[in-house]
């Protein structure tokens, strides 16, 4: 008794040691060897998890244990337990959503990241972190041939958000702040909103997030017969219609490679229109931009001259762990009027001076993770030109598949394919039944998942359910599309009637 109480207050027995230099040395070789094994034997897993819900809450304790554990005990139940509830995104056979790119160079420099253990908010917390961000931006920014004032040697810059949804949200802050500066505040509800009906929900969760009316988010119809892509003569019949009703058109958001179809709107022309009636024009190139730094697909962001911001998910389709969302602006200002702070615990000389860019006032967070190291790990192990063939190789590939998909009269393309992303579906029977036909393709896409051997998602475009197989995972190979196909073939043959 008594010695137990003794060691409480002075702490001498079983004091922690929990960055043992030694012990990281022979523990991270370990799990560097379990994530190296796990690469390896991944096929031989249901790229789907095929677990029920709560099945983890049957098989782990109701409590955290009081005393350690030994690695080889979590290790077991992460191979036992947790392994079987994990959708694997970096099997060869994943096809759903759009891909979520690792690699052993975005693998090393997450390792180092962890290892450094920073918080970069400001400058001066780790001037590296930074300056690194702000020079592989400019990197990329060059790569995609953005236009200068994105660089950060002007009023611009580039910076590593989270995801997309925080690239958009925090550039609708600026947009807001900005319009609401020169027409003051109490307008508030007379901003107006406008993208494509095939915008992602991310712009949806930040205008709910800013405080924009919901009556006033113009929400407009793509269809077939633009393959998707936003109308300009719509957007400027709904700004002129809001004009007049005494509103104030504030924020445009355009897409490159829609998350539905691909779809890529007119930038050009729409921002002509955006610029004509003083409204942020923010450029959503979540997963395709990345295809934007091989000469012959940058054109489906000519017109990005006319955005004042542009975003592109590095962790969805360049080979940098998640999370690791780039969005560069025209005009770093209109970020930090609105989302700086300046407590007395965070003055240094470097910032009060403006000698440097201190991060925190480009996001919503104060903390950040020292995330360019991983993107320049990619650059430098693996180097532009290698990037792009990498993208070309699964293009090809989705070509490839295109052209299976089309050959066979059970299956339609729907909407051309531009990317990675082969949109089709199970084409209706006799009776021309759309809703039998979407019936059927919502089962051929449970019986293709449940089989475990590969994983593609759907979506709806003008009513008809879609299935989409998007190709980028970075170990899927030629063989790995014609299995997938094969298989989808076999399942859609189960549900063909006889
Ligand atoms: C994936 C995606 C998003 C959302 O990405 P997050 O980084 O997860 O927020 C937004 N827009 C498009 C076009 C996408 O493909």
């Known amino acids: ?90 099997s060869p056979n994943f096809f759903a959503y759009y891909p979520s790119n690792s690699s052993v160079a975005g693998f090393l420099g997450e390792m180092l990241s962890a290892g450094l253990g920073i918080v970069g908010f400001s400058w001066v917390t780790s001037p590296a972190a930074t300056e690194l961000e702000m020079i592989v931006l400019d990197w990329i920014a060059k790569m995609l041939n953005l236009p200068d004032q994105f660089l950060s040697k002007g009023k611009g810059g580039g910076v590593i958000q989270g995801s997309a949804s925080e690239a958009v949200l925090v550039v609708m802050i600026a947009a807001r702040d900005k319009v609401l500066r020169s027409v003051g505040k109490n307008a508030l509800g007379k901003l107006v909103v406008y993208s494509s009906d095939q915008t992602h929900s991310a712009l949806q969760k930040a205008c709910q997030i800013s405080g924009i009316h919901p009556e006033n988010c113009r929400v407009l119809k793509a269809d077939s017969s633009t393959n998707y892509a936003l109308r300009p003569e719509l957007l400027q019949e709904a700004v002129s219609r809001d004009l007049e009703a005494g509103l104030i058109p504030f924020f445009l958001c355009g897409n490159v490679g829609t998350t539905s179809s691909t779809a890529v709107d007119p930038l050009g022309a729409l ?154 579906r199970m084409v209706p029977t006799d009776d021309n039944d759309e809703k039998k ?13 449940s089989s475990g051997k590969l994983f593609i998602s759907h979506t709806a475009l003008s009513g008809k359910i879609v299935l989409r197989c998007a190709i980028g995972a970075p170990l899927t190979e030629e063989k790995h599309v014609k299995e997938t196909w094969k298989v989808i073939q076999e399942k859609a043959s189960c549900l063909l009637p006889k």
């Open 271 to 424: 921002g002509k229109i955006a610029k004509s009636n003083e409204m942020w024009f923010h450029v959503d190139a979540a997963y395709a931009g990345s295809a934007c730094i091989c000469p012959e697909y940058r054109q489906y962001i000519d017109g990005v001259e006319t955005a004042d911001s542009f975003n592109m998910n590095a962790h969805k389709w360049f080979l940098t762990n998640f999370d690791c969302s780039l969005l560069w602006v025209k005009d770093q200002y209109a970020l930090t009027e609105a989302l700086s702070t300046n407590p007395e615990f965070l003055k240094n000389k470097a910032s009060q001076e403006n000698l440097v860019v201190d991060y925190k006032d480009w996001q919503i967070p104060l903390g950040r993770r020292f995330r360019s190291l991983k993107l320049w790990m990619v650059l430098r192990l693996y180097g532009a030109e290698t990037l792009k063939n990498y993208i070309r190789n699964h293009i090809k590939l989705a070509k490839d598949l295109e052209q299976l998909v089309s050959q066979d009269p059970n299956f339609e393309v729907i909407t051309p394919r531009i990317f990675a992303l082969v949109c089709f």
């Open 437 to 449: 036909c979407n019936r059927r393709n919502l089962e051929l896409l449970e019986a293709v998942n």
């Open 1 to 90: 008794m008594e010695n137990g109480s003794r060691n409480r207050e002075n702490g001498s027995r079983n004091v922690l040691k929990p960055m043992d230099s030694e012990q990281l040395r022979e523990y991270g070789h370990r799990m560097v060897d379990f994530i190296a094994d796990y690469y390896k034997t991944i096929e031989s897993f249901p790229v789907l998890s095929q677990v029920q819900p709560g099945y983890l809450h049957n098989i782990l304790p109701d409590s955290a244990p009081d005393h350690p554990e030994t690695v080889e005990q979590v290790l077991d139940d992460v191979k036992t337990k947790i392994l079987p509830g994990v959708t694997h995104w970096q």
